[in-house]
């Protein structure tokens, strides 16, 4: 698929949470899914992506976009909780899709382009993220009450 309009894309998008302006039409926003759940108040969220795909296998041509956002699953809570249909789960092949992703990630990057990425350690420890990919990030900042969110900025090497 080409992408000639969109700066940035989204690789794991779910409900645009974390988008002062869900609609922003810089963005391509892609998830795996496409459905309205509701929380435990009743109030309907919605997960309606641009493109339905898996960030594992992104139908974009390499060097697509100048800034990808992702910020993948990070819990094993299964399908059948709120938070594991809110958030998305991690399944028994975890560690593949997570290094899969973060290598298409990359591959759709423009060269000098910027990915931020998202990464909660409730269960895995960022650095066996890191460890899951030869990229390195610039710098960071941890969040939460906890600090146990991570957020990573890197940026894909320049073209020589």
Known sequence: MRNERKAILDACCGSRMM????????????????????????????????????????????????MVVFDPPHTFNGTRGFMGKKYGT????????ITHGLA????????????????NEHRVPVATILAMTPEKPLF??????ASKTHWLVFMKAPAL
């Open 19 to 66: 988008w002062f302006d869900k609609a922003d039409g810089r963005s391509l926003f892609l998830d795996k899914r496409r459905e309205q759940i509701h929380d435990t108040r009743g109030r309907a969220i919605h997960i309606d992506p641009d493109v339905v795909a898996d960030f594992t296998a992104l139908p974009f041509e390499d060097d697509s976009f100048s």
């Open 90 to 97: 991690l399944g028994e092949g975890w560690r593949e899709e």
């Open 104 to 119: 298409e990630c990359f591959r759709v990057l423009h060269p000098g382009g910027t990915m931020i990425f998202k990464w």
């Open 140 to 145: 960071g900042h941890r969040s939460g009450v």
